[in-house]
């Protein structure tokens, strides 16, 4: 069994990370012993130094350091600001200068609390989604220990029910019983490394990841509206960047043609914001391979369309690209691939037939009011994992 090395409620899979977990703690140590964190800028400074890299940590445990030093700072902020108004309120009847001065502080400490809480919230979400990796990888290589002991107990079992047990002979069966029992349909069972996170929130459909790129998060589905994992986290905490989430109209199980998939672009990249990069042909060539796990099936898909378009608001009769989801018939279908090659960015066929099954990755693009970047991506045969 492989071996796991802790320092306090952190985990290491490796020897070498591990003591580069052991180095920052001595780093860490070091810094608290020669300055007061509490004193006025020195945590600014620190922060600043650690994202300049003039401070270097190597594991998690730095960016735990980090994140507890982002805390401190937005707790000083909203001092400073109480503060500021404070004194507003008993400098009000004084000189007009002062008055502005304090004016042109509170100012500054908005707006620079403005761009730090920004930062702040990015590197929140980029730590919520490695931990939710991790604990898709840990749910897994746990699941798959447990499985073994399983499969190994079951087949003792069996064997010892088949030496104990005494044939029935055929047509002994009992009044009102079948010679042979009814098909049972089991229930399909979750993936291994979806279990924990299903458990933690049952809205989870599902994993996407482009490799090669940032993009690699669970994937939502709200059974009440669309607008909900616009802006909550994946435990359901308001939050900016929301999730990526499959369109509610969607089934996954009984697989519909086309899988709408929605994401915000974020101007860290996070999300979809990375899928602005799709604008570029060369990168389009060289990142088409999605990985999209549903919890039930491993499937990859590749992108074989970049397309802009907009979100159309009135009742004209026009293509709107999230309103597919299924082919009614050949000529539906047709129907979809024309509108498709008139949305492409490149010039290249669109690689489309009939009873091909579909994933629709789609972001916000600001070239027009109301605009749309959706990448169409069709399914692999044969790519699924072991």
């Not at 800028?41 to 998690?60: E, M, N, P, W």
């Not at 500021?84 to 100012?107: D, Q, T, W, Y």
Request: glycine share 6%; net charge negative; with cysteine.
């Amino acid at each position: 069994m492989k071996k796991i090395y802790r320092i306090g409620r952190f985990q290491f899979d490796s020897y070498s990370e591990y003591k580069k977990g052991l180095a920052d703690v001595r780093k860490i140590k070091c810094i608290s012993d020669e300055v007061d964190i509490n004193e006025q800028g020195v945590a600014l400074r620190l922060y600043t130094l650690i994202r300049q890299k003039d401070i270097k940590f190597q594991s998690v445990i730095g960016e735990d350091y980090l994140l507890y030093l982002s805390d401190l700072l937005a707790d000083d902020y909203k001092e400073l600001a109480d503060e500021g108004f404070e004194n507003l309120a008993v400098e009000r009847g004084g000189a007009p200068r002062k008055i502005a001065g304090i004016l042109c502080i509170i100012a500054a400490i908005l707006c620079f609390g403005y761009f730090f809480g920004n930062e702040y919230m990015s590197y929140r979400k980029t730590r919520e989604m490695k931990e939710l990796q991790q604990s898709k990888e840990t749910s897994r290589a746990t699941r798959y220990i447990s499985d073994y002991v399983k499969r190994s107990l079951e087949e003792v079992s069996e064997e010892q029910e088949a030496s104990d047990s005494t044939a029935v002979p055929e047509g002994n069966a009992q009044p009102g019983q079948s010679e042979e029992p009814e098909a049972v349909e089991e229930p399909r069972e979750i993936l291994p490394e979806y279990v924990g996170l299903h458990t933690q929130n049952p809205d989870l459909v599902g994993w996407i990841k482009i490799p090669g790129t940032e993009i690699d998060y669970p994937v939502m589905q709200s059974v009440d509206s669309n607008e909900f994992y616009l802006q909550h986290n994946f435990n359901k905490e308001e939050d900016k960047n929301g999730c990526i989430f499959l369109d509610m109209r969607n089934n996954y199980v009984n697989r519909d043609d086309n899988l709408m998939i929605y994401g915000h672009n974020m101007r860290s990249g996070m999300m979809f914001g990375g899928l602005q990069e799709y604008l570029d042909e060369t990168y389009w060539k060289n990142h088409k391979r999605i990985q999209f796990h549903t919890l039930y099936d491993r499937e990859e898909y590749d992108i074989i369309a970049v397309c802009l378009a907009k979100v159309e608001y009135q009742d004209e009769d026009v293509f709107r690209y999230y309103n597919f989801l299924n082919a009614e018939d050949e000529a539906a279908f047709a129907e979809y691939k024309r509108n498709i090659e008139e949305l492409k960015v490149y010039q290249d066929e669109v690689d489309l037939n009939y009873g091909d099954k579909l994933i629709t990755l789609s972001t916000c693009n600001y070239y027009i009011e109301d605009g749309r970047l959706f990448l169409v991506a069709k399914r692999v045969d044969g790519a699924d994992e072991p």
